[in-house]
Nanobody, 116 residues
Framework: QVQLVESGGGLVQAGGSLRLSCAAS????????MGWFRQAPGKEREFVAR????????SYADSVKGRFTISRDNAKSTVYLRMNSLKPEDTGVYYCKATWGSDNYWGRGTQVTVSS
């Protein structure tokens, strides 16, 4: 079992920045691929970014490439999402996900609201 707790969300103006954090507890953090997903009101949850166990491989949704950066600190069992040049369409609840084999764990999410 892995418990995930997101933080760092809030209200920001378009063009601004936020850094989300996801703190993990439970099983060994550094075996997990970690990901960020988001869900806007009335829409399905969508992939945002992913980072492998060692942190040397990342992938991003096209909509956030060049603006968002995912990173992790295995010593702190934490994954981060740095979000720059935020747009109103980035608004949503951001969720952290841990994956190892067929095991998947989700956090409860943190709200990000970008005003125009």
């Amino acid at each position: 079992q892995v418990q995930l707790v997101e933080s760092g969300g809030g209200l920001v103006q378009a063009g601004g920045s936020l850094r989300l954090s996801c703190a993990a507890s439970g099983r060994t953090f550094n075996v997990y691929t970690m990901g960020w997903f988001r869900q806007a009101p009335g829409k399905e949850r969508e992939f945002v970014a992913r980072i492998n166990w060692s942190g040397d491989t990342t992938s991003y949704a096209d909509s956030v490439k060049g603006r968002f950066t995912i990173s992790r600190d295995n010593a702190k069992s934490t994954v981060y999402l740095r979000m720059n040049s935020l747009k109103p369409e980035d608004t949503g609840v951001y969720y952290c996900k841990a994956t190892w084999g067929s095991d998947n764990y989700w956090g409860r999410g943190t709200q990000v609201t970008v005003s125009s």
